[in-house]
Protein backbone atom coordinates (compact mmCIF):
# COMPACT_ATOMS: atom_id res chain seq x y z
CA UNK A 1 0.00 0.00 0.00
CA UNK A 2 1.21 3.99 -0.46
CA UNK A 3 0.50 6.70 1.57
CA UNK A 4 0.29 10.64 0.50
CA UNK A 5 0.88 12.82 3.49
CA UNK A 6 -0.23 16.15 3.06
CA UNK A 7 1.03 19.22 5.51
CA UNK A 8 -0.65 22.44 5.35
CA UNK A 9 -1.22 25.93 7.49
CA UNK A 10 -4.36 26.78 8.78
CA UNK A 11 -5.59 30.30 8.55
CA UNK A 12 -6.22 31.51 11.97
CA UNK A 13 -9.79 30.73 12.92
CA UNK A 14 -10.56 28.09 10.51
CA UNK A 15 -9.36 24.97 12.14
CA UNK A 16 -13.11 23.74 12.35
CA UNK A 17 -14.11 24.73 9.12
CA UNK A 18 -11.33 22.55 7.71
CA UNK A 19 -11.90 19.77 10.07
CA UNK A 20 -15.89 19.87 8.76
CA UNK A 21 -14.67 20.10 5.23
CA UNK A 22 -12.15 17.36 5.59
CA UNK A 23 -14.92 15.46 6.88
CA UNK A 24 -18.17 16.28 5.23
CA UNK A 25 -16.56 16.88 1.89
CA UNK A 26 -13.28 15.36 0.73
CA UNK A 27 -13.61 11.68 3.12
CA UNK A 28 -16.94 11.09 0.78
CA UNK A 29 -14.90 11.72 -2.39
CA UNK A 30 -12.11 9.88 -1.25
CA UNK A 31 -14.12 7.14 -0.64
CA UNK A 32 -15.31 7.25 -4.06
CA UNK A 33 -11.70 6.84 -5.86
CA UNK A 34 -10.23 3.74 -7.14
CA UNK A 35 -7.64 2.04 -4.25
CA UNK A 36 -8.61 4.19 -1.34
CA UNK A 37 -8.05 2.63 1.82
CA UNK A 38 -8.68 5.47 4.20
CA UNK A 39 -7.40 8.71 5.82
CA UNK A 40 -6.46 10.49 9.05
CA UNK A 41 -6.39 14.23 9.55
CA UNK A 42 -4.56 15.51 12.36
CA UNK A 43 -4.46 18.98 13.44
CA UNK A 44 -2.33 21.05 15.75
CA UNK A 45 -4.92 24.38 17.34
CA UNK A 46 -1.87 25.94 18.90
CA UNK A 47 0.50 26.19 15.99
CA UNK A 48 -2.65 26.33 13.42
CA UNK A 49 -1.00 23.00 11.44
CA UNK A 50 -2.84 20.28 10.22
CA UNK A 51 -1.05 16.88 8.04
CA UNK A 52 -3.88 14.40 6.24
CA UNK A 53 -2.93 10.91 5.49
CA UNK A 54 -4.81 9.07 2.90
CA UNK A 55 -3.70 5.30 2.29
CA UNK A 56 -3.79 3.33 -1.02
CA UNK A 57 -3.67 0.46 -2.34
CA UNK A 58 -1.18 1.08 -5.20
CA UNK A 59 1.20 3.44 -6.43
CA UNK A 60 -0.76 4.25 -9.18
CA UNK A 61 -4.51 4.42 -7.79
CA UNK A 62 -2.69 7.38 -5.09
CA UNK A 63 -0.99 9.24 -7.69
CA UNK A 64 -4.14 9.57 -10.47
CA UNK A 65 -5.52 11.64 -8.91
CA UNK A 66 -2.83 13.95 -8.47
CA UNK A 67 -2.48 15.07 -12.32
CA UNK A 68 -3.30 18.86 -12.98
CA UNK A 69 -7.21 19.66 -12.37
CA UNK A 70 -7.60 16.29 -10.98
CA UNK A 71 -9.33 14.66 -8.16
CA UNK A 72 -6.86 16.02 -5.21
CA UNK A 73 -6.97 19.51 -6.67
CA UNK A 74 -10.44 19.37 -6.57
CA UNK A 75 -10.33 18.78 -3.52
CA UNK A 76 -7.82 21.00 -2.08
CA UNK A 77 -10.25 23.86 -3.87
CA UNK A 78 -12.73 22.84 -1.38
CA UNK A 79 -10.77 24.75 1.53
CA UNK A 80 -10.99 27.73 -0.25
CA UNK A 81 -9.51 30.77 2.23
CA UNK A 82 -9.46 28.11 5.52
CA UNK A 83 -6.18 27.36 4.36
CA UNK A 84 -2.87 29.72 4.30
CA UNK A 85 -1.15 28.51 1.10
CA UNK A 86 -0.87 25.14 -0.95
CA UNK A 87 -0.48 21.92 0.79
CA UNK A 88 3.35 19.73 0.83
CA UNK A 89 2.84 16.68 -0.62
CA UNK A 90 4.92 13.58 0.05
CA UNK A 91 4.49 10.26 -1.28
CA UNK A 92 5.94 6.55 1.08
CA UNK A 93 5.55 3.16 1.14
CA UNK A 94 3.69 1.82 3.85
CA UNK A 95 6.24 -0.57 5.58
CA UNK A 96 4.58 -1.37 8.31
CA UNK A 97 1.12 -1.41 9.87
CA UNK A 98 -0.47 -1.96 13.96
CA UNK A 99 -3.51 -2.46 14.91
CA UNK A 100 -5.51 -3.47 17.70
Not at 72 to 98: C, D, R, V
Amino acid sequence: MHVRAATFQIQSGKMQEAIDIFNNSVVPAQKAQKGYQGSYLMTDASSSKGLSISVWETEADMLAGESSGGYYEQQIEKFGSALAGTPALEHYELSSENSP
